[in-house]
């Protein structure tokens, strides 16, 4: 198969947000405010680490991505986030500054995730190695361009595809031209509203919808499962309940992907689903709350046990809506 002959898509996702934070002392800063560990990143080269700002609580306030960009000896971090919450990140992060050597930069840039449609077939595992070979090519493509500040493969999933970060300025369509050639035979552009439907059929949250600040916790947001997590860095903030969890506890809920069986449903918001309204099960028995959804595709926080193989429903104004759920794909075989 030749990749560079598929279609693939790029999304503008232009509600988040970048800011960069530079200076000699902020890899040992920002190490002791995430739960991954920022010595992953390599001192001698770009990379992109998911992660989660907690509070005290061990809850999260903020999922963030953090790009390493080597300069001068030294690495600058660029951190993406949701673009509602950036003011408040960067005002929680100036708390701890005190006298370290950190600086905490604004610059105009935009995000764009680039998904080739392989990553949406259920054989891309069987496919891996092309993939990889044909994502690689494109980001060796993407390193030659001036005004684009870095393009990785999104660590989170494979079937995210490719995550770039580029100047406001830069011109999409001439980026594309570059990348691909010719890229009207094999490139589409698709609203936003898109990328996050398919991300909720993948099961995988992001920004302050999907993670209500200050009301939930990394793993049952799945931080273990998304490589957002360390448990062998040491401490940062909100460390202890993660870890104890982690190592004692049992992670009854999580963040799962809801499908509703309403066709009526597949607007893209309407009717509007209260976020936090309570998820019951076949048996009647409450078994999570409802996050948010893009026409038929959603999240819930769900009990694992109490929901899967289960018809579920949620009642507001007068009307019932049923929905199912499933065990991520890329979940640990030997989860529940």
């Not at 005002?91 to 949406?120: A, W």
């Amino acid at each position: 198969m030749r990749f560079h002959n598929l279609l693939y898509t790029l999304y503008r996702l232009n509600n988040r947000g970048v800011f960069k934070i530079s200076g000699i002392d902020n890899s040992a800063f920002l190490q002791g405010l995430i739960t991954n560990d920022v010595n992953l990143l390599s001192n001698n080269s770009k990379g992109v680490l998911p992660a989660f700002v907690l509070n005290s609580q061990g809850r999260v306030l903020y999922d963030i991505l953090i790009y390493s960009i080597p300069k001068e000896n030294q690495l600058e971090f660029y951190i993406e986030c949701d673009l509602s919450q950036l003011v408040n990140l960067k005002s929680y992060i100036l708390k701890f500054k005190m006298r370290k050597k950190i600086d905490i930069l604004d610059e105009t840039l935009n995000v764009l995730g680039y998904i080739p449609k392989i990553c949406q077939e259920s054989n891309i595992q069987k496919l891996k190695i092309d993939y990889l070979n044909y994502a690689t090519s494109v980001v060796k493509k993407c390193d030659s361009i001036s005004d684009i500040i870095t393009t990785q493969f999104d660590p989170r999933s494979l079937k995210l595809g490719l995550r770039m970060i580029i100047k406001a300025e830069l011109d999409i369509a001439k980026l594309l031209n570059n990348i691909s050639k010719p890229f009207d035979k094999d490139f589409e552009m698709l609203p936003i509203s898109q990328y996050t439907s398919y991300r909720y059929r993948l099961g995988i949250g992001e920004g302050s919808i999907d993670h209500p600040v200050g009301q939930c916790l990394p793993l049952e947001s799945n931080a273990d499962y998304l490589n957002s997590v360390s448990f062998t860095k040491g401490c940062y903030i909100g460390q202890e309940l993660t870890s104890r969890t982690y190592h004692t506890g049992v992670i009854r809920k999580r963040l799962m992907p809801i499908v509703l069986e309403d066709n009526s449903l597949s607007d893209i918001n309407q009717p509007t689903i209260p976020q936090g309204i309570d998820m019951y099960n076949q048996n009647g028995k409450k078994c999570g709350v409802f996050r948010n959804r893009i026409g038929k595709y959603g999240l819930g926080l769900l009990k694992i046990q109490e929901s899967l193989d289960k018809k579920l429903h949620i009642k507001f104004d007068n009307r019932e809506i049923t929905m199912t759920t499933h065990k991520p794909e890329w979940w640990p075989a030997n989860d529940i």
